[in-house]
């Protein structure tokens, strides 16, 4: 038994097709899950599918352009990703690389009034 090997999945290979997102596992798997279980990647152009980077050792894919993270634990064992919900503009979300970080908002204290 060899106890230098890691017994975690690690990705060492990804391909982005029309309908699913297919990783290929260093343990020989292939793993694939459908495009639509990320709606960032859905939205997203073929171009910017391609450009990506895996994250660690493995461990997870990286789509800078879109902010997108996916982790080889949650293809196995996720979840699809949940669009944010928008009370604004119609229910429709901007892209994820065009939104500005949420502000934070310090709570104001009034003054004492001076005699």
Same mark, same amino acid.
């Given at each position: 038994?060899?106890t230098a090997a890691s017994?975690?999945?690690?990705?060492?290979?990804?391909?982005?097709?029309?309908?699913?997102?297919i990783a290929y596992l260093?343990?020989?798997?292939?793993? #694939?899950?459908?495009?639509?279980?990320?709606?960032?990647? @859905?939205? !997203?152009? /073929?171009?910017?599918?391609?450009?990506? =980077?895996?994250?660690?050792?493995?461990?997870?894919?990286?789509w800078p352009e879109i902010?997108?993270?996916?982790?080889?634990?949650?293809?196995?064992?996720?979840?699809?990703?949940?669009?944010?919900?928008?009370? #604004?503009?119609?229910?429709?979300?901007?892209?994820?690389? @065009?939104? !500005?970080? /949420?502000?934070?908002?310090?709570?104001? =204290?009034?003054?004492?009034?001076?005699?």
């Amino acid at each position: 038994m060899n106890t230098a090997a890691s017994s975690d999945p690690r990705i060492q290979e990804v391909r982005v097709t029309e309908d699913e997102i297919i990783a290929y596992l260093a343990d020989g798997r292939v793993i #694939s899950v459908p495009l639509a279980w990320s709606w960032r990647l @859905s939205e !997203a152009t /073929p171009a910017q599918r391609a450009r990506f =980077r895996l994250i660690g050792t493995g461990q997870g894919v990286h789509w800078p352009e879109i902010d997108e993270d996916i982790s080889v634990e949650g293809m196995l064992h996720g979840v699809p990703a949940r669009r944010p919900k928008s009370s #604004s503009a119609g229910g429709k979300v901007r892209p994820a690389h @065009s939104q !500005a970080p /949420p502000q934070r908002m310090q709570p104001t =204290r009034k003054r004492a009034a001076r005699i």
